[in-house]
């Protein structure tokens, strides 16, 4: 074995290390969140509970805004490791794993060596953004592994000469296209779509989406049926809600839940491809030089209508979050991969130096910006004045961030420099695991709060809660039964006969306190947005507790027993 390969074996090695100590060993180490965290944590926890593994449900509800994969995938890890944090989490720090795994073998088949797919995957991996969703409790980083995997099935297919090894990459095209399906649902058809036909006409290839398309639509559909079929059956409005309500009207409506402008996403794809972002143009430069010809330019123009149509497609969209465009980051490392390593080997010195002094500056910046805060520039710190060493920490990483990319600039190794690149934003990637701000704990994770008062509430209570906190109550207290006192995203599985009494809103919470006085202890639980509502309405007897944004109510079965809070 050559001194190349064995340093590149040292070098992958290294990668898995750093990808099981920042995305792996951290999970369970900050509180869960409210409500994404919460609310795909209790699906999954209720169809362990209730045995129903085809029809999704939240707070006992019907809840149709997703397929099950997802789900699915969180609940057999939360039977192999418990109902806890790093449980829910896992299946998308593996996700994020398997997805830099899709980038590596993409650009392995160059056959440049290994070194450009292990840069590629651990571009992948160093990416703000891929870190942030990945290491939550999220469908979009599934839903993103199975899409780059589907993405890279057809790629292989595309270039594989042998029809036998063609007919097995446009299989798992199909079951990796279905899976995405069953995660996030039409999206997927609409994504593989819109990038697969416009680049095989590109190619001059178009008669190959009739002559051969139909083996992976056949693979889709057998993957999709069976599950398609069984909840059509338990629940026949399942597919006119989730098609209306979740497709047609999240994109085109005017009024689309998260509606954001057209130009979002430009403001948020930079900052989640950090610290690579500041290397796109001596990638660009680095790209323009490649032979047009070449295998390599071939898997760049396919990143390219990889990267481009999915990004204008979620910007005509009307709903928009930061976390849909994940799937755009896979072919943004191939791209920052195959343009940076071309553009050092022609001997672009100038314009890598450019790009390094961007993200030096960013980190810079973002370190004084943090300074200046906890120093009283502004009125409301991030930190709490006893939390100094968690922003001393940030300051620490972000510091340490400045000299690992000043070192890069510096160090006349190509393969060193993309390492001490990705360990630039490593270190603050750790970091955000462990400093959080209690400010953040009091107004989005509410565990320790509601853990702290699980035993003051009797078996038999009653428990009502607002639609921020329900998923937490839900999840915390292990109970699917929780009255709601403001509907919002269960106002749809809340419509139907057989569970409109969960629903007593703020003007039938008075009556709904009487009605349950001296009979059954009563718990009432809420974020401190509905105090306005709901403290003039509480009996004499109830006990108050009160932490950040976060309000129990507890009133006693016996009418005399207890004293305002």
């Known amino acids: 074995m050559d001194a190349a390969?064995?340093?590149?074996?040292?070098?992958?090695?290294?990668?898995?290390m750093a990808y099981a100590l920042v995305y792996l060993l951290p999970l369970g180490v900050r509180p869960v969140t409210i409500?994404?965290?919460?609310?795909?944590?209790?699906?999954?926890?209720?169809?362990?509970?209730?045995?129903?593994?085809?029809?999704?449900?939240?707070?006992?509800?019907?809840?149709?805004?997703?397929?099950?994969?997802?789900?699915?995938?969180?609940?057999?890890?939360?039977?192999?490791?418990?109902?806890?944090?790093?449980?829910?989490?896992?299946?998308?720090?593996?996700?994020?794993?398997?997805?830099?795994?899709?980038?590596?073998?993409?650009?392995?088949?160059?056959?440049?060596?290994?070194r450009t797919a292990l840069s590629g995957a651990m571009i992948y991996l160093s990416m703000l953004g891929v870190f942030l969703v990945g290491t939550i409790n999220l469908l979009d980083t599934v839903f993103s592994f199975l899409l780059t995997a589907a993405f890279t099935a057809f790629y292989f297919s595309h270039r594989e000469p042998l029809s036998g090894r063609r007919n097995f990459y446009l299989v798992l095209l199909g079951v990796f296209c279905g899976a995405a399906f069953l995660s996030k649902g039409f999206l997927a058809f609409a994504l593989l779509g819109l990038v697969v036909a416009p680049f095989v006409i590109c190619e001059g290839r178009w008669r190959e989406l009739y002559s051969r398309g139909w083996l992976p639509l056949l693979v889709t559909g057998v993957v999709v049926a069976p599950w398609a079929v069984l909840v059509h059956l338990a629940q026949p409005d399942y597919w006119h809600y989730f098609f209306w309500e979740e497709h047609v009207r999240r994109f085109a409506s005017d009024s689309a839940q998260h509606s954001e402008p057209f130009w979002y996403y430009l403001m948020f794809l930079p900052l989640m491809a950090m610290p690579w972002t500041g290397l796109l143009p001596v990638a660009v430069a680095g790209l323009r030089a490649e032979d047009r010809s070449s295998d390599t330019r071939s898997l760049a123009r396919y990143a390219w209508f990889w990267l481009l149509l999915p990004l204008l497609f979620f910007s005509i969209s009307r709903g928009k979050l930061p976390t849909y465009i994940l799937p755009c980051l896979a072919p943004l490392a191939v791209l920052v991969a195959i343009g940076?390593?071309?553009?050092?080997?022609?001997?672009?010195?100038?314009?890598?130096?450019?790009?390094?002094?961007?993200?030096?500056?960013?980190?810079?910046?973002?370190?004084?910006?943090i300074v200046l805060v906890q120093?009283?520039?502004?009125?409301?710190?991030?930190?709490?004045?006893?939390?100094?060493?968690?922003?001393?920490?940030?300051?620490?990483?972000?510091?340490?961030?400045?000299?690992?990319?000043?070192?890069?600039?510096?160090?006349p190794s190509r393969g060193k420099r993309l390492v001490l690149f990705a360990a630039s934003m490593t270190a603050l990637m750790l970091t955000t695991q462990f400093a959080l701000p209690q400010r953040t704990a009091d107004s989005k994770m509410p565990g320790a709060f509601l853990r702290a008062h699980a035993s003051e509430i009797m078996p038999d209570a009653v428990l009502v809660s607002d639609d921020i906190m329900i998923h937490a109550v839900n999840w915390f207290f292990k109970r699917s039964d929780v009255f709601m006192i403001?509907?919002?995203e269960s106002a749809y599985g809340l419509s139907f006969e057989d569970s409109k009494h969960r629903l007593i809103e703020y003007n039938g919470l008075k009556s709904f306190i009487d009605e349950h006085a001296g009979r059954q202890p009563l718990v009432i639980v809420y974020h401190t947005d509905s105090d306005h509502r709901v403290r003039p309405l509480m009996p004499p007897n109830a006990v108050e507790y009160h932490q950040g944004l976060f309000v129990i109510w507890i009133i006693p079965a016996d009418a005399d027993s207890g004293s305002a809070g």
């Open 486 to 488: 403001s509907a919002g």
């Open 375 to 411: 120093s009283g520039v502004t009125e409301s710190p991030v930190w709490y004045a006893n939390e100094a060493w968690k922003w001393l920490l940030f300051c620490a990483a972000l510091a340490a961030g400045v000299v690992l990319v000043w070192l890069a600039m510096r160090e």
């Open 5 to 16: 390969m064995r340093d590149w074996r040292r070098y992958a090695f290294m990668l898995v």
């Open 340 to 369: 940076v390593e071309s553009a050092l080997r022609i001997g672009r010195e100038k314009l890598f130096r450019f790009g390094g002094w961007l993200v030096l500056v960013f980190y810079a910046a973002l370190l004084l910006l």
């Open 35 to 114: 409500p994404d965290e919460a609310r795909y944590a209790e699906i999954p926890r209720e169809m362990i509970t209730s045995g129903d593994w085809v029809t999704p449900r939240l707070n006992g509800l019907r809840y149709f805004e997703k397929p099950v994969l997802g789900y699915w995938v969180t609940a057999i890890s939360m039977r192999l490791f418990g109902e806890n944090a790093f449980a829910m989490r896992l299946p998308s720090a593996l996700a994020a794993g398997l997805s830099a795994l899709a980038v590596f073998l993409l650009l392995r088949r160059l056959g440049r060596g290994p």
